[in-house]
């Protein structure tokens, strides 16, 4: 499975972006997907996560009632709706695949950087 976001940009806080993210290759529906970013100086942080049928996410305390992750089977897409953006929000995202919920990620996407200017 290879992964390719898009949907990055500026944007000030408050404001809203909407992230996607392609995969191509085979048995796109078998993998639990991702969404995780890494801002200046600090350690990777899982954003979000979804389930292979897609009618379960979770989402990490800090963007929980913000940000919202839903995925297409059909299209293998997997996206990421950021509502009331914080500075802190800053970082690159990229987006990941695993087969196995909770273990390491068998693939990434090269990233697209998000900045919130305050």
């Known amino acids: 499975v290879q992964l390719v976001e898009s949907g990055g940009g500026l944007v000030q806080a408050g404001g809203s972006l909407r992230l996607s993210c392609v995969a191509s290759g085979d048995r796109f529906g078998n993998y639990w997907m991702y969404w995780v970013r890494q801002a200046p100086g600090v350690g990777l942080e899982r954003v979000s996560s979804i389930n292979t049928v897609g009618d379960t996410a979770y989402y990490g305390d800090s963007v929980k009632g913000r940000f919202t992750m839903s995925r297409d089977n059909a299209k293998k897409t997997v996206d990421l709706q950021m509502n009331s953006l914080k500075s802190e929000d800053t970082a690159v995202y990229y987006c990941?695949?695993?087969?196995?919920?909770?273990?390491?990620?068998?693939?990434w996407g090269q990233g697209t950087q998000v900045t919130v200017s305050s």
């Open positions: 990941a695949a695993a087969k196995v919920p909770g273990s390491v990620y068998d693939h």
